[in-house]
């Protein structure tokens, strides 16, 4: 079974309106997860680090006002899309490791689909 | 930073045969690589590592091996099977962190 849950799986919504998606780990406590963003047969690209407890890490060219991501507990990281756009539709994926097997455990995957 | 490349956007191969997927990176690290598989509209789901000090992991159907002098990974899939049909992305660390660094993937085929 799933390791870790993605909400929601579909989301549409109407241009200058905010979207949250949820990602949790539902049987290991996550300190740290990642969110990814995947455009039409490309590669997965990073987002940002969601750190526990602290501010999250954005990679280059990611803004993190329009990202906000928020880690409230061991188990759940948000990514909020703030004033979405059209550009912002696309698949967003978080992933969460476990320290003790090296593995890194992807959610389900949410489209986002901005009109 | 670490890069990750894998160099065939796609291949095809007959049901049965041997699949051999590659990926090459730059920074050599201490630490796991990853191989992912991805059907469309869904999030990756994790196939295989290898720790770096290892140079070869065989999980049933899937084997991957280490080259790491060539900085380069492959995965082999062996017999293939038409549900093997996705896209595999590899994966290696950034940093020494769990901040994987994912490449292009590679769509493969498998023909019944």
């Known amino acids: 079974g799933a390791v870790v849950s993605q909400h929601p799986s579909w989301v549409i919504c109407k241009s200058g309106t905010s979207v949250k998606i949820e990602c949790r780990s539902l049987d290991f406590q996550a300190t740290t997860m990642f969110w990814y963003r995947q455009f039409p047969k490309q590669s997965l690209m990073l987002m940002a680090t969601s750190n526990e407890g602290s501010k999250a890490t954005y990679e280059q060219g990611v803004e993190k006002d329009k990202f906000l991501i928020n880690h409230a507990s061991l188990t759940l990281s948000t990514l909020t899309v703030t004033s979405a756009h059209p550009e912002d539709s696309s698949f967003y994926i978080c992933s969460a490791p476990r320290s003790n097997t090296g593995e890194l455990f992807f959610g389900e995957g949410s489209r986002l689909t901005v009109l | 930073d670490q890069q990750v490349k894998q160099n065939s956007p796609s291949l095809s191969v007959q049901e049965g045969r041997i699949s051999i997927l590659n990926c090459d990176y730059t920074?050599?690290?201490?630490?796991?690589f990853l191989w992912y598989k991805k059907y469309p509209a869904e999030g990756p789901t994790f196939l295989i590592s290898?720790?770096?000090?290892?140079d070869k992991n065989e999980d049933g159907r899937f084997t991957v091996f280490l080259n790491k002098s060539a900085k380069h990974l492959s995965l082999h899939i062996v017999p293939s099977q038409p549900g093997d049909s996705a896209v595999y992305f590899c994966?290696?660390?950034?940093?020494?962190?769990?901040?994987?660094?994912f490449g292009t993937g590679t769509r493969l085929k498998v023909l019944a």
């Open positions: 994966a290696a660390p950034d940093s020494g962190t769990y901040k994987y660094i």
């Open positions: 290898i720790s770096s000090i290892k």
């Open positions: 920074n050599s690290m201490f630490d796991y």
